[in-house]
């Protein structure tokens, strides 16, 4: 069974860091890309960043250059850097996996950027 399994999540004070991980069943290599998805309470969840087998990454346009989407291979382990957290950041961090038929998610971690 595929399962997702977040971690890395919970409070910091505005401009701190946190780093999310993301650990995979199975190879990582099966999924055609992997991502973080946030959802802030009464928004919907929206893509934060995303990176594909071959390994090109891509980032919303409120995260650029404050987060970094990374994956170890050995480990089977999807990273999400948080640099400068604003507490707009604030919300729940899903991980999703896509394969050619099938998406899967985690079950979320939360994020609060609060003084």
């Known amino acids: 069974q595929v399962q997702l399994v977040e971690s890395g999540g919970g409070l910091v004070q505005p401009g701190g860091s946190l780093r999310l991980s993301c650990a995979a069943s199975?190879?990582?290599?099966?999924?055609?890309?992997m991502a973080w998805y946030r959802q802030a309470p009464g928004k919907q969840r929206e893509l934060v960043a995303s990176?594909?087998?071959?390994?090109?990454?891509d980032y919303a346009d409120s995260v650029k250059g404050r987060f970094t989407i990374s994956r170890d291979n050995g480990k089977n382990t999807v990273y999400l850097q948080m640099n400068s957290l604003k507490p707009e950041d604030t919300a729940v961090y899903y991980c999703?996996?896509?394969?050619?038929?099938?998406?899967?998610w985690g079950q979320g971690t939360q994020v609060t950027v609060s003084s």
């Open positions: 999703q996996g896509r394969k050619v038929l099938s998406t899967y």
């Open positions: 199975g190879n990582i290599f099966s999924y055609s890309s």
């Open positions: 990176i594909i087998k071959l390994g090109s990454t």
